[in-house]
C-alpha cells in the first residue's frame, strides 16, 4: 500500500451510522481537493436495509449536477442492467468509491471530461464508503470497475481476473474493525459498456448483467 495522504475524509467523518447524518455530514468534506472544483458532494443513496450495495466510481457531470449517484447516462444503463438481472432497484444501495467528480475543463466554456480519481483520491475518500458499508450492512457487495475495485481489495487488485467469483472483503485493520462481512463481486463498470465499440456493447451489457445475477445469488436467502 502507498502511504497514506496526509489529509483524508476520517476527520470529516462523524461516528453516526445514521445515512442521513452522514450525507450531511459530507457536504462539507476537504479530505481531498476534489471538493474545490465539484459542484457538490454526491452522497450514496437508496434503501438503508439493502441486501446489496453497488459501489462505482465518482459522479460524472450529471451526478455532480443533481447530488445524486448515476442518474446519468451510466445510471440509466444500470437500471437496465438490474431489471434484467431481477434485482429491485428500490432494494439496493448505490454509492461511488469518490464522492466528488473530478474532470478537467479543455476550454473555457466546453464540456467537462471525466478524468478517472487517482490512489490519493481514493484511499482519501474510502472512510465514507467504509462508513456507508457500516450503516447499510449489506449481504452482498458489488465493486463495479477498477477504481471501486481497488478502493476495497487493494491496489494490486485485478478486476478481470476475478469476474464472477464469490470473494471476501480483506483482512485489514479497518475493514476487520468494522465487523461487516459481505459476499462479493466484481464487475465492470456500466460506463466501460457505452465506451466500447457498438458492435460490443450488447456482448458487454450482457457479461454486466449476469455478473449482477451472480452477486444477486450471494445473497443468504439465495444460498
Ligand atoms: N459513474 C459512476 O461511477 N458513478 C456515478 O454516479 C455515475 C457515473
Ligand atoms: Fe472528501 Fe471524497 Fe470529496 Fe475528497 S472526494 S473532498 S475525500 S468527499
Known sequence: MPARPKHTAAEFVPDTRDLDDLADAATGCKGCDLYLDATQTVFGGGSADAEMMLVGEQPGDQEDKAGAPFVGPAGKLLDKALV???????RVYVTNAVKHFKFTLPERGKRRIHKTPGRTEVVSCRPWLLAELDAVRPE????????AAQSMMGSAFRLTAHRGEA??????????????????AVTVHPSSVLRGRPEDREEAFGALVSDLRFAAGLRSAAR
Request: proline share 6%; aromatic share 0%.
Open 167 to 184: 470473494l471476501r472483503l480483506p483482512e485489514i485493520d479497518e475493514i476487520t474493525d468494522l465487523d461487516v462481512d459481505p459476499a462479493v
Open 84 to 90: 434484467q438481472a431481477g434485482i429491485d432497484r428500490g
Open 140 to 147: 452482498v457487495l458489488v465493486l463495479m470497475g477498477a477504481t
